[in-house]
Structure formats: structure tokens, C-alpha cells
């Protein structure tokens, strides 16, 4: 299986290479995940991950170069069936593998990213039901970062049904259920994204410009995670995002600006803004 070449360590590990990336094994949406380019910086690191892993342990990962990006896809039992392969659109560090969109069609050759995503399936024994796959396309050819048995965490099954018109949500819930499952074709639109809301720092007093932000042409759905009183910190997380927009367009790049036309209409009151202009 092409995949970053990896160890597990539940203490020091100063002979690994680096750089490297070091995250729990266990958990999801970079907990406790670091970027490490200093080797100064490895012990640190591994302390983090293992404080924040169920298991006590952490994964420290070669860094892989290229563009990622994400296969969702649905098994039916016999056939594994990639519906949409998104552009990951990511931060840069201290936020490091924080999606800022998730945008398709992807502008890169997914075919061999298709093919290492089913392999991967294959070897975990994922018969029937989602799955969502994250991919970098690097130099050496696409390697497996992660794969998890269920719908993307980051709106991708609203992705799907924007972009081709399968409800991915409702397969993953017959499955479940155990019910007969049919994967319609897809019935593909031009481009679509989901373009993620990057909080100021402080603590949430409001919110403006989300009615303004849905009546823009070929936004689907716009929201705020969070409620007055929520108190934002530095963003390093998945969790640390405050909203999305999901759009269409005649192309991949038409949602994208339109998606970033609405997202600059909502705006985030925080005490930090207030801040800010008061000096």
C-alpha cells in the first residue's frame, strides 16, 4: 500500500528522521498533530500527541510533499465507487492539514489517487458503506495518508449532492441500517466547494451578514458553528473553524468565488476585533 513510511513511539524517539509529522494514531481533526522541521522540536511534539492519543502512543509520519486531496466514495459490496475527489485546500502552519476548502472538480490527475483509495478499502475489509480518503499526490506517485469507514467530517457528503446529485448522506444512513443500497450515477454540475469561515480570536459577541452571504448566486448553504459567547482561540484545528459556505458554479474556480464572495460577507464580532479598533 502506497503510504508515508511511519512509526509508533510512546516516549522519546530522538534517531527518527525529521522532518516529519507527528499526530495521535487515534484521534481526528489534528489533535494533538504537529509539524516538526526542527529535530529540536520532535520531543515536544511526541509528548503532545501521546497526552492527547486514547492509546498513549504516537504516530510519527514521513512528510509527504504534493497536493492532497480527498476520494469519497461508497462500496456496494462488490464495487467501490468514487463519486467526488476534491481538491484539499489546506493552511499553512501553525494550522498545518486544516482543510480551508474542499473544492471539485480537482484541477490534478486523480486516477492513481482513485485506485490507491479502493486498494486501501480493500485492505481494511470495507465492504459497504462510505468511505473518505485523503490522498497526496506526490512526486514518487499518490500515497494513502488517511482512510476512515465513514462520510468526511468536513461537509463532504452536502459536497457530493452540490456537485453530482447523490445524496450521500441518505446512502450511508440505509447502509447502516442494514437496507438494500443503490448508487445512482452521477449527474455532474460544473464545480462546486465548501469554503470553511477562519474566526479573529476572542470571544464571540455576534454575528452579521449570513441572510447577505445565502442570497449570493449559487451559494446552498451558509452557517455559523458557534453562538454569542463562545470564546475563539488561535487556530491550529479542525474544530477551530467557525462556519462554512457551500456553493456551485460553472467551474470549479466560478464556486470557489463565489464561495469567498460570501464568506466576506459574514462577519464575526469578536472582543478581540474590538479591540483592534479601539487602538
Known sequence: MPQPSWAIVAGPAEDLPVPCVVKPPDRQGQKGLTLVE??????A???EAVSESRGGCALVEELVSGPEVTVNAFSDGSVFRALVVNDRLTAEPPAFGVALAHAWPSEHDVAGAVDVAWKAAEALGVKRGPTYTQVRLSPDGPRVMELAGRLGGGHDAEGCEAAVRIDLNALAIRAA???PVEVPDPDP???ACV????PPEGELLGVEGVDDALAVEGVLDARVYRRPGWRFGPFRRGADRAGF???RGDSRDDALARADKAAALIRL???HAE???ES
Open 275 to 277: 479591540a483592534l479598533v
Open 38 to 43: 526542527e529535530r529540536g522540536e520532535l520531543s
Open 45 to 47: 511534539a511526541i509528548s
Open 269 to 271: 464580532e469578536t472582543t
Open 195 to 198: 469554503r470553511f469561515l477562519v
Open 189 to 191: 454540475i460544473g464545480g
Open 245 to 247: 459556505v457551500l456553493a
Open 177 to 179: 441500517l442494514g437496507e
